[in-house]
């Protein structure tokens, strides 16, 4: 029996799926299936971005220690990291501070609490407030005149510090925690120090500058929806409608919109847009006399710290005032007594003749001593307070030869405080970019400023040469809009590894060269 042989492809056949096999298009290559796959063109738009957002984050320089400058207004940080506070406030600590500078390049990888602004403060990186191995990496070293590798150094003696410093603000000591906290707090402007029984320019809640804590928004009784005027609760049908659940899901997302949104201000605590600086009750005790400016111009009314204890005081009081006594009806009418006189006394100096008013004008005006505003002023509130202060306060302090000795020990009293602020980053300067400026390739030459000269010709031959390599094999993708993919990339490389030699070469070459480079002397 014989059977019929397979049935073979004819040439016209083959020829159809070579050139289907052929014509396959790029975009079903593992390479352009790589999930990590882009062009040459989205590869550079993306490193710009990030060079661009990182400019964003940190637009300062961060080249220069702010040390050498001395004591200044600027905002400082503080290191968990190098330099750990106990878990009990009366154990002993040794706190240091850091300026913006050093906060990035010598603390950047560390646990940092932002302080913000402090007046009169020194840099303490590289000081005996520090370990010898935390060392500062701006500074120049006075022993190797290199930079970097300062440590052991003598810190400012008049550098102040707080429980800021241990990452806890506000009379309620909270550990302060960014992504959890709400609302706004406000800094002190700061009249006493610690020591002096003042709070050093702490931060506040607003909770607790009357005396309800920081959380005390949670505990108002938030109104019931869909509730009546009377209190009585709307009937609940038994039949669950798709309207009801509807009317449960908008409830759910208002309360989350309602977490997200600032808790609002305590009663009696003023709007943010009516002060511009303000005094906690620590400094105003600690400097007594400032309490006679509450109310008066440029002061807002006095913002007491009322404890529960004391909330029902105020209406006691007003009560107690309302009720007419002995006293005050015999004051009526002492007043009245003495009203009539000035009104007869008015009348006789109205009366004077024109000789007596002429030989007046004709005596010689002698200059006349300022007088002491305070002198004017309602007796000081009772009770502990904070002030708060418009933008043109300054202007109403009373500077009499009384009163003037009291505000010189306090500038920021006097006038407008200037905070330090480091120069601009210029996107990458001659000198060598900033960390956050500049490109790459400005950032590596920097770098080989700093390496031995034979590092050096080995590091720029190994840049050219693998600058003149990838040219062409980017330079293909870029013009025909295809994607580059992990494994093209690998291949490539592969191919490359075989020059390393020439490079080596090139490094044994320079090290034969006997020459050396004057050490300035």
Not at 214 to 242: F, H, M, R
Not at 392 to 402: K, P, Q, T
Not at 411 to 435: F, I, K, N, R, V
Request: charged content about 25%; overall charge negative; some cysteine.
């Amino acid at each position: 029996m014989m059977m019929d042989p397979p049935p073979v492809a004819s040439a016209s056949q083959e020829a159809t799926e070579a050139s289907s096999n052929k014509s396959r298009p790029r975009t079903q290559s593992l390479s352009q299936q790589s999930d990590d796959s882009q062009t040459a063109a989205d590869f550079i738009r993306d490193q710009l971005q990030l060079e661009a957002d990182a400019r964003e984050a940190l637009p300062y320089s961060i080249e220069t220690c702010t040390k050498p400058l001395g004591s200044l207004r600027q905002n400082v940080f503080a290191c968990l990291t190098c330099n750990p506070p106990p878990a009990s406030s009366s154990d002993p600590y040794n706190p240091a501070g850091v300026c913006y500078a050093c906060s990035v390049q010598c603390h950047g990888e560390h646990e940092l609490v932002e302080i913000f602004q402090k007046r009169n403060f020194t840099c303490d990186c590289g000081t005996t407030r520090f370990t010898p191995e935390q060392q500062c990496t701006l500074r120049i070293n006075p022993e190797t005149n290199t930079k970097g590798g300062v440590h052991s150094e003598q810190p400012d003696p008049n550098n102040k510090y707080n429980q800021n410093f241990r990452n806890r603000f506000c009379s309620c000591s909270i550990d302060y925690k960014p992504h959890e906290q709400k609302g706004t707090m406000f800094q002190c402007l700061g009249l006493g120090t610690d020591e002096t029984g003042g709070c050093g320019e702490d931060w506040y809640h607003p909770g607790c500058l009357v005396g309800l804590g920081p959380n005390w928004y949670e505990k108002q009784v938030k109104k019931v929806p869909n509730g009546n005027s009377n209190g009585i609760l709307p009937t609940i049908s038994e039949d669950a409608t798709p309207q009801n659940d509807g009317a449960q899901q908008i409830d759910g997302n208002q309360e989350a919109e309602d977490d997200d949104e600032d808790p609002p201000l305590p009663e009696g605590f003023p709007a943010e847009d009516d002060f511009d600086h303000f005094l906690c009750y620590k400094c105003v005790e600690a400097y007594p006399w400032i309490k006679r400016y509450a109310g008066t111009p440029g002061f807002l009314p006095a913002v007491f710290l009322q404890r529960d204890a004391d909330a029902s005081l105020p209406k006691k009081r007003k009560l107690e005032d309302d009720e007419p006594d002995e006293d005050s009806e015999r004051t009526k009418r002492i007043k009245a007594e003495s009203g009539g006189l000035e009104a007869i006394q008015s009348v006789a100096e109205s009366s004077e003749t024109p000789s007596q008013l002429k030989e007046e004008d004709g005596k010689e005006e002698t200059p006349s001593i300022p007088e002491c505003k305070l002198a004017s002023f309602p007796p000081a509130p009772t009770g502990q307070f904070s002030l708060f202060l418009t933008s043109e306060f300054r202007d109403h302090l009373c500077r009499c030869a009384s009163c003037f000795p009291k505000l010189q020990p306090h500038p920021q009293l006097l006038e407008e405080e200037e905070a330090y602020e480091p120069p601009l980053s210029d996107g990458g300067s001659e000198q060598g970019s900033t960390h956050g400026s500049g490109s790459l390739y400005d950032r590596g030459e920097s770098a080989l400023k700093n390496v031995d000269r034979v590092r050096a010709i080995e590091g720029v031959m190994a840049y050219n040469h693998l600058k003149e390599r990838l040219k062409p094999f980017f330079q293909q993708f870029a013009e025909s809009g295809k994607a580059i993919g992990a494994e093209d990339i690998k291949e490539y490389f592969a191919k490359l590894r075989g020059d390393e030699q020439a490079i080596k070469d090139a490094g044994e070459a320079a090290k034969e060269d006997h020459r050396q480079e004057q050490s300035g002397y």
